[in-house]
């Protein structure tokens, strides 16, 4: 294991990821325990990655090394792929750890394997065990957690999931020297030609201000299952969600998805339906302030970050549960 | 426009899970097997896309005799021939390893595209396309929410989902690796006469050495890294579990949800 980590910033026209800031948290932890030194990278051109750079400062580090090339205006794996290449072939890190987004996962594996990294995305917890980096991260869809372990000496690109480690954590200093990136220009080639972005669907519903939410997951079973969910949620006053699994089958429409790839809410109660709760579900719906789940599986992770749980089957449940409230409003 | 799609069986996610005596793997005794979601998507793309250019589709798949069950159903469901890496070098391959023996299985053909699931629901490592793709030096994209064949198949436009509700298009020369997100499509069912079909058609079984591969290169020894052991997370304090029948569990649910967490 090297003693320099690199911790990767990421950035889109100027605005820094969040997540950033825990990839940052999580180098200063593997710092620690390997005796190692953190320097923050990031990419991009001109002033957006500039003023993300001074920003970065803040933390307690090494020093924050930008790369700055006309190429890197809008994120390809190609341009990324070859300069990241370059650069450790100069910096010889041991460790390179990215936040667990979209942009990371697209071009970490074909970097690991280009440069003869050992892999391990979605990182939730980092620790010694023998001497070696040990590393947990879900499998079976959060259902399961596993410990891999790097083998000796090599090198490691690791992804660490959203709030895994604490942004709050950071430990701050006196303002990081900024640095310049050494990487091969020549290597920094796009292998995409960018033409646009689009909004998916526009969001026509804002789940994120709703007090009440009632979700629903795989096990609600189809759309024609869905005339009780929504005699509960008009009992409640709550607006309608929905696990990623109900919007791929066309169950509901896009605008209802709570997730990682859809909307982030914060109700004050959240009721899951037939939602087992993986990693992807749960950081959308974390910051709710009670959590009730109905789920068949008693080891559903959903009931992990539930307060209240029935073990049952939703559709036995929510006309009960429909009824009970009405009651109790009446 | 010939197109490979690597699919990979995976426990059913309804599934109730147990971990295996060792503690490094859950126990596959009796467990469902199915074809991992995203590459299902993967395969229905694919399949329109040869239709629509008069193509062909082969689906490549990695692991033990059961992944045939799998190959199987791919025949079925209109691909025109199977892959079978089939060696006991293959077994415990992080992405990179796996990625190493497919990238090699899929070189020895001429294709157009390779597709293949954005992530599997068993290990998901989310990396094996990817890997593939450099490997075999073409451009790939991860999470990819649409395609459209331009110019007479030398470009596509491809559609990538983004975080916050937004896709990013971009043009992408071919031959190129695609990593299907799932829900870019509606996948197909096997229709009885493809399924008839499928039993004619040719599953091809390759082993590490039928590769060119050596065994290190491939499987557990070819990994940069290894299970050490998997777990049920811990919780926390998690759930309260209110027990009863539907009835009395709703009541007793609205009640604490009145008194206790103070949120009706």
Partial sequence: MGKKIWAVAQQRAGELNRMSWEAIVAAQKLARLLDGEVEVVVLGEGDPVKSVTSDLARASVQCVRTADHPALASYTPGAYVGLFRSAIEKALPGLIILPHTYQSIDFMARLAQESGFALVPEVTEAGLEDGRLALRRPIMGGKLSAKVAIKDGSSAILSVQSGAFAAADLEEGDGAPSEALEFDAAAVSPDREILGVEEVGGEQVDLSQASVIVAVGRGVGGADKMAPVEELAQALGAEIGASRPVIDNGWLPRDRQIGSSGQTVAPKLYIALGISGAIQHLVGMKGSQVVVAVNKDPGAPIFGVARYGVVADLHEVVPALTQAIREAKA | ?264
């Fill in chain 2, 1 to 264: 426009m010939r197109i490979a799609v690597c699919i990979k069986q995976v426990p059913d996610t309804e599934a109730r899970l147990r971990v295996s005596a060792d503690g490094k793997w859950i126990d596959e005794e009796d467990l469902p097997f199915v074809i991992n979601e995203s590459d299902e998507y993967a395969l229905e793309e694919a399949l329109q896309i040869a239709e629509k250019t008069d193509g062909e589709v082969v689906v490549f798949g990695l692991g033990p005799e059961r992944t045939r069950e799998a190959l199987r159903k791919g025949l079925a469901l209109g691909a025109a021939k199977a892959v079978h890496l089939e060696d006991e070098a293959f077994e415990g391959g992080d992405a990179v390893a796996t990625g190493r023996a497919l990238a090699a299985a899929i070189g020895r053909e001429s294709f157009d595209l390779v597709m293949t699931g954005s992530q599997s629901d068993d290990i998901g490592w989310g990396a094996t396309g990817s890997i593939i793709a450099g490997l075999l030096g073409w451009p790939h994209a991860w999470l990819v929410m649409g395609v459209e064949l331009e110019e007479g198949g030398s470009s596509a436009k491809v559609t990538r989902e983004m975080e916050s509700g937004m896709n990013e298009i971009f043009r992408l020369s071919l031959p190129a690796v695609l990593e299907v997100q799932a829900g870019i499509n509606h996948p197909r069912y096997a229709s009885l006469k493809g399924i008839m079909q499928a039993k004619k058609k040719e599953i091809a079984k390759l082993s590490c050495s039928d590769l060119g591969l050596e065994a290190s290169q491939v499987g557990a020894a070819g990994s940069g890294v290894q299970i050490l052991s998997v777990a049920f997370p811990e919780t926390g304090e998690g759930a309260q579990i209110i027990e009863g029948d539907a009835e009395s569990a709703a009541k007793a649910l609205v009640e604490k949800l009145k008194t206790e967490a103070r949120v009706l």
